[in-house]
């Protein structure tokens, strides 16, 4: 369906794949800014403090997406693409997945690091935990307190999850509805005399 979406909650486990003794450690962490993304790869430089490279992608979004791919000193495409080719076919989004590489002697060549960079994040994809999760949209209700028993009747009976609320003369409800279900929904609490709906942007 179009309101669902596929990611990770938790990191995965540590993953190692070895060619011809160089190591590449296997990563996938959930993220949903680019901001979330410096503090992981902060962690991996010190963990791996000995390691030659930290290549990565990461891609963002769950209607629209954004992404990047990093070979970070390795030729180009040879490590990021292929990282990120596996978040592609794992259909993930929200998502940091990063191999670090211990360079081990002997020089893999272009199709070797492909390979290699493409393994260790398969490797870190099969490991994690994958959730499906769906696009909700968020409304913001308002309305008076001798309304309260009709609006909740409706959340209850539609399963609509409660975000946050404040009840008072005037109350306030957020809530989030599935993205299939929020055009009958508005339309449910539209039609209620004094109740007023607007969507917000979370």
């Known amino acids: 369906m179009d309101d669902l979406y596929r990611t990770i909650t938790k990191p995965s486990i540590e993953t190692l794949f070895k060619d011809r003794n160089s190591k590449f450690y296997g990563y996938a962490f959930p993220v949903k800014s680019e901001e979330a993304i410096k503090p992981f790869l902060e962690f991996l430089k010190k963990k791996h403090y000995g390691a030659r490279h930290f290549c990565y992608a990461w891609q963002l979004g769950v209607e629209s997406f954004r992404y990047r791919a990093n070979d970070d000193g390795e030729p180009s495409n040879s490590a990021g ?49 994958i959730e499906e999760k769906t696009i909700d949209i ?65």
């Open 81 to 129: 693409m292929p990282i990120y080719g596996q978040i592609q076919s794992f259909e993930l989004t929200n998502i940091l997945v990063v191999s670090v590489r211990y360079f081990g002697g002997t020089k893999l060549g272009v199709s070797g690091l492909i390979n290699a960079y493409r393994s260790s994040a398969r490797l870190a994809l099969e490991s994690s935990i």
């Open 138 to 202: 968020f409304f913001q209700l308002n309305f008076e307190y001798d309304l309260m028993s009709k609006v909740m009747k409706i959340i209850k009976e539609n399963s609509i999850i409660i975000q946050s609320q404040k009840l008072e003369l005037d109350c306030e409800i957020i809530i989030s509805v599935r993205k299939s279900e929020a055009i009958k929904m508005n339309q449910i609490f539209e039609n209620i005399y004094k109740v007023e709906i607007r969507s917000l942007e979370v």
